[in-house]
């Protein structure tokens, strides 16, 4: 039986719960049904992105109830709130994809301030949206009060034409549309099944890359991110992330306990080993800014490209995360790494316990092809790989996940936002050894960082995603594969070399030695560097316009705060 006894002296829930001068605040409890036993319990946010935007989130709220069932198992008091999500399948391909990037700082943000407003001992995060799992856990390292974050599930896969499909099949079915390859009845059949469930995006898109980091981590319990959304094991899992926080509670373990230099570096290696989104080159070293860790886009990526890639999972590959759950989940994963001994075994994680004793019993199922032993992979290199060069000063990252192809050369073709080059792509005003250049579309330049999946899914509906590149300041979707490059720092906005491109320039991509040069002189560079002017953008007010005022570079996870390092207090000893 828990220990029902709390002192408060240390809490931040004493500030509205004990103490004569308190009356006027628990009177709002009592308002809520509370009891004078459960006002006197440690307080605990439960935190969630539930909404009906999406399939992704739409499962949150029921998970909810049951990790407030586990709090109060374990004699703490739930507090159950909301926070927004911008779900990246439904703003892609638009103008609404510039909210995406920002809402997972404004996720960060609003969790923050509600739970420093009500003064909540610890927390239990649910997320299952690409820009909300990191956003949580965010908000989970910058307040360090003990927390555990829980995955909202995958969804089931598709079928059609007996075959298992997800939604970047309808994403490549719009250009095999396009370019006469699909019929108006074959399409709408397509996307009436590709989505049969609640639950995020099935391949190792970014939400299942996020959610495979917070196991990985420590923040989640080893196991939890694995069921599909709809499955009742979720709601099992739910109950033992509340009967977990409160365990942390106990023993004081924080986030930043668990989240360290090493734990970092088991989260890039396993979203190499994966072939997991380019997007964890943004959020990791995000993640990192908030517990004080400086850890940038070339760190990931070299520890990325260290990793054997053993995971044959779309969109490189063949599987989707439902099958890794039927296999045994993640945990089969990270066992894999861990006998090969390339995971820091020794990192804490909220089971109270290490990395390693997490997974000892685990045994890696041999007769399965999802995930390969680490003695026979995919490739020796991981299937993420940074980039450097005098296109890229400051770095840019590549999927090579599923890719024979890692040399591309060719000419620029030049557009200064995404509409623009989709037209292009959708007209096929273009030709093989095109290198697409979309620039003006970085985190300020955006501003937000767009992803760029309609257009790449629609050059591979068209049956070229081999025969071009793309590069961009801004983001390619976790499902997008191919020689597309992202995250190109300095952006087009605050003068890059990306900036000053034109049509026709030569550019070599080497992503076996990690380079991306454009082949001109330094004098030819400083010359149009002289020219060049910054160019304006129309948001000019509200939430963009003051991200746009905020946000830093790309390489540097694209952060709006100055971070851990700058504190004078950390939330939890308030």
Known sequence: MPDNTWDKSRLPSRHVTVGPERAPHRSYYYAMGMTEEEIGQPLVGVATCWNEAAPCNIALSRQAQSVKTGVKAAAGTPREFTTITVTDGIAMGHQGMKSSLASRDAIADTVELTMRGHCYDAMVGLAGCDKSLPGMMMAMLRLNVPSVFMYGGSILPGTYKGRDVTVVDVFEAVGMHAAGRMSDEDLHELECVACPSAGACGGQFT????????????????????????????????????????????????????????????????VGATGGSTNAGLHLPAMAHEAGIKFTLQDVAEIMRKAPYIGDLKPGGRYVAFDVYKIGGIPVIVKALLDAGLLHGDCMTVTGKSLAENHREVIFPVDQDVIRPVSNPISETGGVVGLKGNLAPDGAIVKIAGMKELRFEGTALCFDCEEDAFAAVESRAYKPGDVIIIRYEGPKGGPGMREMLSTTAALYGQGMGGEVAL??????????????????????????PIALLRDGDRIVIDAEKGTIDVELPEEELARRRAEWKPRGTDYNSGALWKYAQLVGPAHLGAVTHPGGAAETHVYADI
């Open 471 to 496: 590069i961009t300041d801004g983001r390619f979707s976790g499902a997008t594969r191919g020689f597309c490059i992202g995250h190109v720092g300095p952006e087009a906005a605050v003068g890059g």
């Open 207 to 270: 939400a299942n890359t996020m959610a495979t980091v917070s196991e990985a981590i420590g923040l989640a319990l080893p196991g939890s991110a694995g069921a599909p959304a709809p499955y009742e094991d979720r709601d099992k899992w739910a109950v033992e992330s509340g009967r977990a926080v409160m365990e942390l509670l106990r023993k004081n373990i924080r986030p930043r306990d668990i989240v360290t230099r090493e734990s970092l570096y088991n989260a890039a290696l396993i």
